[in-house]
């Protein structure tokens, strides 16, 4: 099967379906641990967009990677990597290269940076 081809329009109301189903992505909803209800969840979405779990769960990941990136870009100290400067813009206006990273903003809440510790002694 040939894979699907996601248009503009099907990513933001395959974001806007994922926002209004919280027990896909928000740990502290009361269904995130029902794998039923999560089922039913995804069914839903898939039945509205003709298409199999695998495609839904690879496209639903990618656009979850993008926010993740533009998360972490923008909490850590590094130069922002993926952020473009508008052309013409005043006082360094910038926009994601990440296009759907927006629509997909109410993730943000449920990630987290996760600290390290070096196992190199001080001396």
Not at 5 to 33: F, T
Not at 42 to 53: A, M, Q, R, S
Not at 104 to 117: E, L, R, Y
Request: charged residues 30%; proline residues 2%; positive net charge.
């Amino acid at each position: 099967m040939a894979k699907r081809a996601w248009s503009h329009d099907d990513i933001v109301k395959l974001s806007d379906m994922y926002e209004g189903r919280p027990m896909l992505w928000d740990c502290r909803s009361n269904g995130y641990k029902n794998r039923d209800h999560k089922n039913v969840a995804l069914k839903e979405i898939e039945d509205v967009f003709n298409c199999t779990n695998e495609e839904e769960l690879r496209k639903i990941h990618s656009l979850r990677n993008q926010v993740r990136i533009e998360y972490l870009m923008s909490v850590s100290q590094e130069p922002q990597k993926i952020r473009k400067k508008i052309s013409g813009s005043a006082g360094g206006e910038e926009k994601s290269k990440c296009q759907y990273a927006n629509a997909m903003k109410f993730v943000t809440p449920t990630m987290t940076a996760k600290s390290t510790t070096s196992n190199l002694v001080n001396k």
